[in-house]
T-cell receptor, first 118, second 111 residues
Framework: GAGVSQSPRYKVTKRGQDVALRCDPI?????LYWYRQALGQGPEFLTY????????KSGLPNDRFSAERPEGSISTLTIQRTEQRDSAMYRC????????????????FGPGTRLTVL | DAKTTQPNSMESNEEEPVHLPCNHS???????IHWYRQLPSQGPEYVIH???SNVNNRMASLAIAEDRKSSTLILHRATLRDAAVYYC????????????FGKGTRLHILP
């Protein structure tokens, strides 16, 4: 079946512009996660949702970053007033089960959106 | 959060077994040990996970020390395609369900 998809795959924007990154999880997956990955580094947790509820946003760097998942499926990560330091690969992942009562189910990652802020 | 410690890099010859170590001395009783790997230019992919007992699947084996303070990911016969960064992660789904990736071990496979 179809995996996690993200769009756009590449985004180049000018400093100060807002960007919206989209994640389409695997159908039926309950949990959705956002990560940011700088070159040569491991993925950095940003936020995650169970269904439409944002469970943890402790990894969002500042209030320019926000995420939503209004119908419990597609999610959008928005960065307002972009800065050059926001340039990175933004990755989305989904998993079929929520945490409690499980062993921490497998996360399936999308191809990522490469964001470049000029 | 409990942390893991892994070597920065390792090398192995093709078609030989590889043992990737991970130390997690502050692991709690409800932490599961997960391994993910990231191939070049791709997103991370799940490899294996366990709690106390050793685990096997089609990709690898996970050997967990009796005191759970360390574990070893075993690739039984490495191929060039196994060259990747391998991440050892502790997850406690009762506390939260996020994954905190460390720096991982970059595995180089020599032909």
């Amino acid at each position: 079946g179809a995996g996690v998809s993200q769009s756009p795959r590449y985004k180049v924007t000018k400093r100060g512009q807002d960007v919206a990154l989209r994640c389409d999880p695997i159908s039926g997956h309950v949990s959705l996660y956002w990560y940011r990955q700088a070159l040569g580094q491991g993925p950095e947790f940003l936020t995650y949702f169970n269904y439409e509820a944002q469970q943890d946003k402790s990894g969002l760097p500042n209030d320019r970053f926000s995420a939503e998942r209004p119908e419990g499926s597609i999610s959008t990560l928005t960065i307002q007033r972009t800065e050059q330091r926001d340039s990175a690969m933004y990755r989305c992942a989904s998993s079929p089960l929520t945490g409690a009562g499980t062993s921490g189910s497998e996360q399936f990652f999308g191809p990522g959106t490469r964001l470049t802020v000029l | 959060d409990a942390k893991t410690t892994q070597p920065n890099s390792m090398e192995s010859n093709e078609e030989e077994p590889v043992h990737l170590p991970c130390n997690h001395s502050t692991i709690s009783g409800t932490d599961y040990i997960h391994w993910y790997r990231q191939l070049p230019s791709q997103g991370p992919e799940y490899v294996i996970h366990g709690l106390t007992s050793n685990v096997n699947n089609r990709m690898a084996s996970l050997a967990i020390a009796e005191d759970r303070k360390s574990s070893t990911l075993i690739l039984h016969r490495a191929t060039l395609r196994d060259a990747a960064v391998y991440y050892c992660i502790l997850r406690d789904p009762l506390r939260d369900d996020k994954i905190i990736f460390g720096k991982g071990t970059r595995l180089h496979i020599l032909p």
